[in-house]
Structures are given as structure tokens and as C-alpha cells.
């Protein structure tokens, strides 16, 4: 099968986020699929962007598959600029259309994370006699609208409204990572049968190969405490202020438990201020590590924690963080602290969800701290089992390919 997969964002492990199109790409190759992703030469959320030169269009195989990356704009916050971005990568498909019409997909999808691309991708489905996928990472324009308080009759919103409309009316499957989305979509046009969810997850050959953690932050980390773990972005939706809040409730009544939480993002000086104010030492900010590194963090951690706080009911629709994958990998009792339409750690039973308040976290750590450690074990097995079963990219991969069977 002749896959043509179209995500603005799509990167690399040599690149950066986002990785799903990579992890899914080395399993369909293994299923002797073929796999050409078109993406954006330029990316807010990769650590590496492309060098287009002179040239309007490169083509890279990168472990057998092949990217097609268009010239991009570059927009480093700028949001207008990131706009004209999302404009210059349409622009490049039509652009590079007949070279798209000569790999004679079989399927075509539409991935990136704003559903503008669903134009093209339609079009090229029906040149081609190709099925036509919509894959559903976030609900545009519905999450920019909640979380920047743009109304419904902005220009941009109602522009990104029309595409996604656009594509529930036409399109021939949607999958989305989101679980419960399809209530939503159905209001906006999607037939019933069409809706089909295919999570995140792990990619086994990363977490199987860990490298050791560096040494510099292995020293730092206490051995004779209960530590909990956090491990990615600084943001202001991770209301990781939380924990520092908690940190300093409990730092008299339980002083064998310590937060480490490991990454970079916007909020990260403004928490080692609060840290700082408040002479805390039962909690410490450490810098992010490479992502081979992870999983030796997460080992030496007694709990993980995800937090996602949301002024909104956005949450409803269902979330797949990947750092929960991992988590759980690590075969670590989990605390999943957002008010979100799944219940992971439930559905696995391998932890305690709860709300973001600084209340409830704390109980939700205490009660934990307090479980036997043999029931924290089982926990964290659990958890491995759960992930091995439902969510490595091996799994998922196979699960794309047969919806895109049916």
C-alpha cells in the first residue's frame, strides 16, 4: 500500500516533534507499506528545522521513508507570521500536486494539526481514486477558540470552522488520537460509521534502548527519598505552580517526599522564583534531558505525575499524552491530574486520577505514599502490561492499517 501522509509538523528523531508520523512510518515499512510524509520545512516544535537553500521543495528518505518538505516561513512565536506559514505549506502542495498525483497513493491523510490541508488532501483522493483519512490531533478551530478566547466569527476561526466541516462532510474515515471526540464531530457534519480512535503510544526501539541518565543530574537526585517525577514541558497549561504549592504543604509532615521535575518551557523561571521565595527543598528544577534519556529518569522515580490544567470543558473530548505512555512504561504508579472524558490510569489500574486542585493532588501523592511498596509495584506492572498490550506504535500501526482496510 501506497501511503501519502500530509502533516505541516511532521519531524523525525533527527529533527524533533512531532514523532507520531515517524513511529507509525517505521511499522507500516515492516508491513512492507510505503510511506511518503509531506511537511513544513519550518516548525515551532522541532529542535532541528530544515535547510531549504534556494529551493522551494527537498526530497529526503529518512529510515525508509520518504520526506517531501516544502519551504515554510519561519514565524518563532510570531502568531500572524504562523499563519502565513500554514498558508506558504498549501500553497506547496498545490505547487508540488503532480508530483503528489505520481506516487499513486492508495490512501491519502490529512494530519496536520489545523485542517486546512483537508482541501488538498480531498482533492488529491479524487485524482488518484484513493481513500481519503482525516487524522484528528486537536480539535481545530474549537481548541484555539477556547484557549485564546477567539470568538466563533473571528476570520481565522471561521476559515479553520469551514475546513472541518469541509472534511466530516467529505472525508471517507476520521481517526482521531482523541477518544471522545465523535460527539463533536457528528455535530459538525460527520456521518455515523465513519468515526474511529487510534491513540498515542510508545515506540518500542526508543524505551528498549534507553541510554543511562547523565551523571550530573544523578547526583542530584536524593537516594533516600520518595521521589516524584515529572518529566517535560514548563507551559502554563502543566500548572505545575501546583506542586510547588504542594511541595510546601507537606515539607514539615512528610519531608521523605521530593519532587523532581525535569524539562524547560515559559513557566520554568517564574517556578524556580516561587521555589526560591518560598525556601523550598523538597522540590528542584532540573534541565530537560535527550529524549533517550528518559526512561532512566523515570526509573529512578517512586510516582509520575501528568498535570493539564484547562480553564475549559476541552478536556471532555478525551487527551493522549504521551508522557503517560512512558510513564507507565517505566512501570511506575501514575497520578493523571486533569478532568478529561478517559480515565487512563483507570482504565489500566495503575494509579489515582484526580482534578488539578492542590488539594487533591496532595491526597491523590499521600495515598500512594502510603501504599505498600509491593502494591506500587503491581501498580507499575499493571501499567507496563497495559501499554504493551495497547499502545506501542507496533499495535497502532496495525490498528491504521486496518481501518484504512475496512
Not at 513557566?267 to 526512561?295: D, G, H
Request: aromatic share 12%.
Amino acid at each position: 500500500m501506497n501511503i501519502l501522509l500530509i502533516n505541516h509538523y511532521a519531524g523525525s528523531p533527527y529533527h524533533g516533534m512531532e514523532f507520531r508520523p515517524y513511529y507509525l512510518g517505521q511499522e507500516w515499512i515492516k508491513y512492507g507499506h510505503k510511506l511518503t510524509i509531506v511537511a513544513g520545512s519550518y516548525s515551532h516544535i522541532r529542535k532541528k528545522n530544515i535547510d531549504m537553500e534556494n529551493t522551494k521543495y527537498k526530497i529526503e528518505i529518512i529510515d525508509g521513508i520518504e520526506y517531501i518538505w516544502l519551504k515554510t516561513r519561519t514565524y518563532e512565536g510570531n502568531e500572524i507570521q504562523r499563519v502565513f506559514s500554514m498558508f506558504d505549506f498549501l500553497w506547496g502542495i498545490r505547487k508540488i500536486f503532480p508530483i503528489l498525483k505520481d506516487r499513486k497513493p492508495d490512501v491519502v491523510i490529512a494530519s496536520s494539526t489545523y485542517p486546512l490541508d483537508n482541501y488538498p488532501c480531498y482533492k488529491l483522493a479524487k485524482n488518484t481514486g484513493a481513500q481519503y483519512i482525516y487524522e484528528v490531533h486537536d480539535l481545530w478551530p474549537l481548541s484555539p477558540q477556547k484557549l485564546g478566547g477567539y470568538s466563533k466569527y473571528h476570520p481565522f476561526i471561521f476559515t479553520m470552522q469551514r475546513a472541518e466541516n469541509f472534511a466530516y462532510k467529505h472525508v471517507d474515515k476520521v481517526i482521531s488520537i482523541l477518544p471522545c471526540a465523535e460527539t463533536h464531530m457528528k455535530e459538525h457534519g460527520l456521518p455515523d460509521g465513519k468515526f474511529f480512535h487510534v491513540p498515542n503510544g510508545i515506540f518500542l526501539p526508543e524505551v528498549e534502548n534507553a541510554e543511562p541518565l547523565n551523571r550530573e543530574l544523578e547526583v542530584q537526585l536524593p537516594q533516600d527519598k520518595f521521589i516524584v517525577g515529572y518529566c517535560g514541558t514548563f507551559g502554563v497549561a502543566n500548572a505545575l505552580h501546583n506542586l510547588v504549592s504542594v511541595a510546601e504543604e507537606i515539607k514539615d509532615s512528610y519531608p521523605g517526599i521530593f519532587f523532581a521535575l525535569v524539562g524547560t518551557g515559559p513557566e520554568k523561571e517564574r517556578l524556580q522564583n516561587l521555589i526560591s521565595e518560598k525556601r523550598l527543598t523538597n522540590i528542584k528544577l532540573f534541565e530537560a534531558i535527550p529524549k533517550k534519556q528518559v526512561q532512566s529518569f523515570l526509573n529512578i522515580c517512586d510516582v509520575l505525575i501528568v498535570i493539564i490544567h484547562s480553564d475549559t470543558d476541552l478536556f471532555q473530548y478525551g487527551i493522549s499524552p504521551n508522557k503517560i505512555f512512558d510513564y507507565m512504561y517505566a512501570q511506575k504508579p501514575v497520578i493523571q491530574s486533569v478532568q478529561a472524558g478517559n480515565d487512563i490510569p483507570k482504565d489500566a489500574e495503575c494509579g489515582i486520577s484526580c482534578d488539578t486542585s492542590v488539594t487533591a493532588i496532595k491526597n491523590s501523592l499521600i495515598t500512594l505514599y502510603k501504599t505498600p511498596s509491593e502494591a506500587r509495584r503491581i501498580m507499575g506492572e499493571r501499567g507496563r502490561s497495559y501499554v504493551l498490550e495497547h499502545h506501542t506504535y507496533g499495535v497502532l500501526a496495525k490498528q491504521f492499517i486496518d481501518i484504512i482496510s475496512l
